[in-house]
């Protein structure tokens, strides 16, 4: 289960950056053709910065989608684990709580979200246009061609665009089960089981990790608090792709007191009293 749900994750991120590259592709693409028809330096220089603001605008978008995508994925892995809490529920006796509703659990995305992504976008797009602009240039006062130095430097890039991948998979992925934590502490917050509900930091998907990761890594907290020193997952750096998931502590069995005689309701009663 473990290694399909880490799957999801990478699947998430992998379609992230197919998206971010592709937007990088596409301004790179409309610079080429530009730079094609500038008869001259100044006029190169012109379309570069065209295409940076451009770059930065299609990033941007590619972010806002790539975070959706993460969303959405985050909460299809935790309608899977959420089928197995209901499995250990019902055979415990309790009544089936049913499926989550994950394609209604996600929040819109907010002012401070959109803000965020245009943000990298924006940075993104800046570095983009001095790396482009340097190589251009650099390449017109040498009779080069700049097409080609302008594509080189573009691609120079693409390492940035990993992380940015990366980076808002992990964030998108925590956020989304931040909101459906709430949704399930609503619902269920009453139940007798729902105290044996666990959201554990899983560090697997990096190869190396930093300390405080390590440090983490296994740590367990009960839905609704935090974990040590408010860490979050897929939250402590740049790059990082530190997880959660829902595990079950053992659930106790369900008794309808309707069904106990005197003496077993009385035992019973003694055992919730010294279990407090």
């Not at 197919?18 to 596409?26: E, I, M, P, Q, V």
């Not at 985050?74 to 209901?86: F, K, T």
């Not at 080069?144 to 980076?167: F, H, K, N, P, Q």
């Not at 190396?208 to 402590?236: I, T």
Request: aromatic fraction near 4%.
């Amino acid at each position: 289960m473990a290694a399909r749900l880490n799957r999801a994750h990478l699947l998430a991120e992998d379609a992230f950056l197919h998206g971010l590259l592709a937007a990088a592709k596409t301004a790179t693409t409309t610079l080429l053709a530009d730079l094609a028809l500038a008869p001259d330096t100044h006029n190169a220089i012109a379309a570069v910065r065209r295409a940076s603001a451009s770059t930065a605008m299609l990033v941007t978008a590619s972010i806002e989608a790539g975070r959706d995508g993460a969303e959405q994925a985050s909460l299809d892995r935790l309608g899977a684990e959420w089928n197995l809490v209901r499995k250990k529920v019902t055979g415990a006796g309790h009544p089936d709580p049913g499926a989550l509703p994950t394609h209604h659990l996600r929040a819109k995305t907010s002012q401070d979200d959109k803000a965020a992504a245009e943000l990298v976008g924006q940075s993104y797009g800046s570095a983009w246009g001095s790396s482009v602009l340097a190589a251009v240039k650099k390449a017109r006062d040498a009779d080069e061609s700049g097409a080609t130095a302008a594509r080189d430097a573009g691609e120079a890039l693409d390492y940035r665009l990993e992380r940015i991948a990366a980076t808002e998979t992990s964030r998108a992925m925590a956020d989304a089960r931040d909101d459906a934590e709430d949704y399930i502490a609503e619902q269920y917050g009453e139940t007798d089981w729902f105290p044996a509900l666990l959201m554990r930091w899983d560090a697997e998907l990096d190869r190396v990790v930093c300390r405080l990761c390590e440090d983490m890594a296994g740590r367990v907290r009960v839905l609704g608090f935090d974990f040590k020193d408010g860490n979050e997952p897929g939250h402590v750096h740049a790059s990082c792709r530190c997880d959660q998931h829902l595990i079950t502590l053992p659930i106790p069995l369900h008794v309808d007191p309707a069904e106990l005689d005197e003496t077993e309701l009385l035992s019973a009663e003694l055992e919730a009293a010294d279990a407090a």
